[in-house]
């Protein structure tokens, strides 16, 4: 996750995680084996479980569970900066899209399924009451999706950790009280 994907070779990935040949080649039968699992953990698990329990119930409590599952993701993530490298998520991402033109399809369904998720609590929250009905759904479910990406984006310049784990939470809540009825 440091470094491009082919960049990295065999003879590396064995050397840095102590694995014999025999024992990589059980596991794997080959590098790009080896990314597409590591893209499948890392870019499709992570992301999924964001939204996976998230209560539906009202808007408020679902950004609120949303944002812990977010910093759970980022706190999983920071372990593999610990371990020796810097990660850029959104660079890994595109090599993902390079090497498995599959993975964009997947992501492309999971941005689907998270926008679903947003219009159905959004619309919840006006049936409810909870927030005002002026604005279309769409557009607030579209300014919630985008805000943890620019906010990332943000990070990249100055990597600044703290700002990075607050800056969601803040815009989100944020809009909440602009919506709020």
């Known amino acids: 996750m440091e470094k491009s ?6 003879k590396d990935i064995i050397r840095e995680t102590g694995l014999s040949n025999g024992a990589f080649y059980h596991y794997f039968r ?22 996976e329990y998230a209560p539906k119930s009202s808007l408020w409590d679902f950004m609120q ?6 910093q759970k993701v980022q706190t999983e993530l ?15 991402m595109f090599e993902a899209f390079r090497q498995f033109p599959e993975a964009q399809k997947e992501v492309r369904e999971m941005q689907k399924l998270e926008f679903a998720l947003w ?4 619309d919840i929250a006006k049936a409810k009451g909870e927030i005002r009905d002026e604005l279309p759904t769409e557009l607030i ?6 805000i943890p ?18 800056g969601t939470k803040r815009l989100w809540e944020g809009i909440y ?5």
Do not use: P
């Open 5 to 10: 994907y082919k960049a990295v070779t065999l």
């Open 30 to 51: 080959n590098k790009e084996e080896l990314f597409k699992e590591v893209v499948a953990l890392h870019l499709f698990r992570l992301a999924r479980r964001i939204y």
């Open 65 to 70: 569970d949303t944002l812990g599952e977010l």
């Open 78 to 92: 920071e372990k593999f900066v610990a371990l020796g490298g810097r990660i850029n998520f959104l660079s890994f």
């Open 119 to 122: 219009v159905e609590v959004i």
């Open 141 to 146: 479910a579209r300014m919630f999706m985008y």
């Open 149 to 166: 990406d620019g906010i990332y984006m943000d990070f990249l310049v100055d990597l600044n950790q703290e700002k990075y784990k607050i």
């Open 177 to 181: 009280k602009m919506l709020k009825a």
